[in-house]
């Protein structure tokens, strides 16, 4: 809260109000000055258009949604003029309006009749938020009711929902922003919530077709895997049968020698033999021609007949190795004709084998068969799948990005609201104090009271009041009388006049409603305020004031002849 009271540092106050053509004032002139200014007169003599004045001028939107901005121009007239002349004395080397370097500025609104209206700076037209830009440095917020309160507007304010008065008072002391900066963070992390369902919702409709293209495009790799598999399996098989059939070459070739060797013994066993036979058949007509001894001629035809029959034995043998022979070398000839093929495809890289052939057609079958099972599998798979994952792995990392966002909004969320807490506790604690001591000085006892001030969005402000005796009930318009109300309201601003931002502060009939002894009272504290205050300006209005309290106030006296006011000062 001594934040706030230190940027009363910069303040300004009106000097002067100029009314041209505007409601009953034809031409006006009202000077003002630091402390209480006091404008009375009778009923209808144009009291209250003086504060409508001040609020059209800053650009208050509440007599802008109350009636058509044309319907206050005076009657008969084209254009109203509304100028109010502001302080811009430096203070401490700054001076509150700062694009000016003169010791006073002027801030106009003009009105047409045909709607169009504008405002002026310096006699220099300006857009109304440059205005509101000004005056917010300076806390003066013509919407907020505590700083400017129109008539029926105490009677508004009691029936208020609790949150808007917490709010309009947050305004009034000008800790507004602290809330807003609450607001904004809750807006952000509320956005952020949106944000992150459509990318959730992406993500998830990223990860079912992620799925699809995974699922294929883990078929693509077992086709790939299955293509190099086979590929190997077909050139181990190439080995395999390369091989064997080079051992079988081999094994024939031996083969084919051993029988030529055997046929070879055979021939030349045939051949002796066959010389034996001519040689014993020769020797045995030679024993017969010389008639020699039976039993030598018995034993020549015996050991004929032992060579006769080895001869034919022989023979048989070398018919059969003459037959193998042929079947070896067809077989020899086919064998070398198929390792002559393998021999011109042997371009592929030789592997180990330590399988059999039948082993590995048995697993080249099984692969050929899963591989034609796996269907059509195209060149796109991979792109698709990789695109997906892309997306899949960019969102992802989008989700971690909002995540951490969210917790980093989070925190700055618990810390905005803590300080927020923390400065409308001090300050509804601070006026509650003096709340508690304003109402019983015109015989009351109250308390003001912030509800709710873990939600934001639910705390609110408020205030319980009873007079001469009666324990403090809830402000509203069935439990006081209208005095009672008004008197309460007034003690609410007066508790608030310390931590309000705005050095401009106006009531409209402060005392409606008052029976006469709180008239009294009131006035007697409004007419103290300057002394606690002295650099705040006040504005109030009553038809009926008690002008002995306000010896020491600008005095504004308002009359109106011929349907036109006057002003006058005492």
């Known amino acids: ?206 990860e079912i077709n992620l799925k699809y293209w995974k699922n294929l495009y883990q078929k693509y790799e077992r086709k790939i895997k299955l293509i190099e598999t086979i590929s190997s399996l077909k050139n181990e098989l190439f080995w395999a049968n390369y091989n064997e059939l080079k051992k079988k070459v081999e094994k024939l070739r031996e083969e084919i020698n051993y029988i030529y060797d055997k046929r070879n013994k055979v021939n030349s066993e045939i051949s002796y033999l066959k010389n034996k036979v001519n040689e014993l058949k020769d020797m045995i007509l030679d024993e017969l021609k010389k008639a020699f001894v039976f039993n030598e001629i018995i034993k020549k035809i015996e050991e004929y007949s032992d060579f006769k029959a080895s001869l034919a034995v022989n023979s048989y043998i070398l018919e059969i190795l003459n037959s193998e022979l042929k079947n070896k070398l067809s077989l020899l000839e086919e064998a070398e004709e198929d390792f002559k093929k393998l021999e011109q495809k042997k371009k592929v890289e030789k592997v180990e084998v330590r399988r059999t052939i039948q082993e590995i057609e048995s697993e080249l079958r099984d692969l050929q068969a899963e591989l034609k099972s796996l269907g059509e599998i195209n060149e796109e798979i991979p792109i698709n799948y990789n695109n997906y994952l892309k997306q899949y792995e960019e969102l992802k990392a989008k989700i971690k990005e909002i995540e951490e966002n969210k917790e980093k909004t989070k925190e700055e969320l618990k810390q905005r609201m803590q300080l927020w807490t923390n400065i409308i506790v001090d300050a509804v604690t601070k006026v509650d104090e003096i709340f508690r001591s304003v109402i019983s000085k015109i015989d009351g006892i109250g308390f003001v009271a912030l509800k709710n001030a873990d939600d934001i969005e639910k705390a609110s402000l408020e205030i319980s009041v009873g007079f001469r005796g009666t324990s403090p009930v809830l402000l509203n318009s069935f439990s006081q009388s209208g005095g009672e109300r008004t008197a309460t309201i007034i003690a609410f601003l007066l508790a608030c006049q310390q931590y309000m931002k705005s050095s401009i502060r106006a009531v409209d009939e402060f005392d409606v409603h008052m029976d006469p002894i709180n008239k009294e009272r009131v006035s007697i504290l409004l007419s103290s305020l300057p002394k606690d205050n002295p650099d705040i300006q006040y504005i109030f209005i009553t038809p009926d004031p008690m002008i002995q309290y306000f010896k020491d106030s600008n005095i504004i006296i308002v009359a109106k002849q011929g349907g036109i006011s006057g002003v006058g000062s005492i």
């Not at 509101?132 to 129109?150: A, F, S, V, Y």
């Open 1 to 206: 809260m001594d934040k706030l009271i230190s940027l009363l540092g910069l303040s300004t106050y009106i000097k002067e109000i100029i009314l041209e053509n505007f409601l009953s004032h034809k031409y006006s002139r009202i000077p003002l000055k630091k402390g209480v200014n006091l404008i009375t007169g009778p009923n209808g003599s144009g009291k209250s258009s003086i504060l409508i004045g001040i609020s059209v001028a800053l650009g208050q939107s509440y007599t802008e949604r109350s009636r058509k901005l044309s319907d206050l121009i005076t009657y008969g007239e084209e254009a109203a003029r509304v100028s109010l002349i502001m302080d811009n004395s430096p203070i401490k080397g700054k001076r509150p309006f700062p694009s000016s370097s003169l010791d006073q500025v002027m801030i106009t609104r003009v009105i047409r009749k045909d709607g169009n209206y504008w405002f002026e700076f310096n006699q220099e037209v300006i857009e109304k938020f440059q205005l509101q830009r000004m005056l917010k440095r300076l806390g003066i917020n013509p919407d907020n009711e505590l700083i400017i309160m129109h008539q029926n507007m105490i009677e508004e304010f009691i029936t208020k929902d609790p949150i808007e008065r917490l709010r309009l008072f947050e305004e009034a002391v000008g800790i507004g922003d602290y809330r807003r900066h609450v607001l904004n963070s809750i807006g952000k992390l509320s956005d952020i919530e949106k944000g992150s369902q459509g990318v959730y919702q992406s993500l998830k409709n990223i």
